[in-house]
């Protein structure tokens, strides 16, 4: 399995808790004809190591340790080789809007999890750059899908409401997190 500001400001804590839950209710609206036992895969290569995930996620009706550890590694944050643990509905995020785009090829990662300090420096080189990203909370990914357009996926993640969804068009990647849906460019 493994091979080798924007406005991404969290809602207040009440707000988030609410938003999540519906996010989570739309990301499983947007599964009704997948059951729920089928197992959920994703291929994930992050660009600054070259690592790749592919494999199954969850399976048996429950996420899988040993590939949520895996994935946690590939999206670590590689300037501090730090890791944290994703929230494992960011993947349900990805998966569901690779499989609605009926994507073969696997998402190229270029931010997953990001260490306060690295966060702190790309928001003081960019105004793009929430201080208080869902980055730091293991919930957001900027990601691209080869030969998909930006724009239609985007598109697609932000009529599908199963969290945030940012469009950095000029950069050519779509910020994809399992926080409260909504939508920037």
Do not use: K
């Amino acid at each position: 399995m493994l091979h080798g500001r924007g406005r991404d400001d969290p809602a207040p804590a009440g707000l988030l808790g609410a938003a999540l839950g519906l996010a989570c209710t739309a990301a499983a609206g947007a599964r009704a004809q997948v059951p729920d036992t089928a197992p959920r895969r994703l291929t994930i290569q992050r660009l600054q190591t070259g690592e790749v995930f592919d494999g199954p996620y969850w399976r048996d009706g429950r996420y899988d340790r040993e590939a949520l550890r895996q994935l946690d590694w590939v999206l670590r944050d590689p300037s501090m080789e730090e890791a944290t643990p994703m929230d494992p509905r960011l993947f349900d995020v990805l998966a569901t809007v690779a499989r609605q785009m009926d994507a073969s090829e696997g998402y190229q990662v270029i931010s997953g999890y990001r260490a306060p300090e690295t966060n702190a420096a790309r928001a003081r080189e960019s105004r793009r750059v929430s201080r208080a990203s869902l980055h730091m909370s293991g919930m957001a990914a900027d990601v691209r899908l080869p030969g998909r357009d930006s724009l239609g996926l985007a598109r697609l993640a932000a009529e599908l409401q199963v969290g945030g969804v940012g469009l950095y068009r000029r950069d050519g990647f779509v910020h994809l997190d399992c926080g409260p849906a909504r939508r920037w460019q």
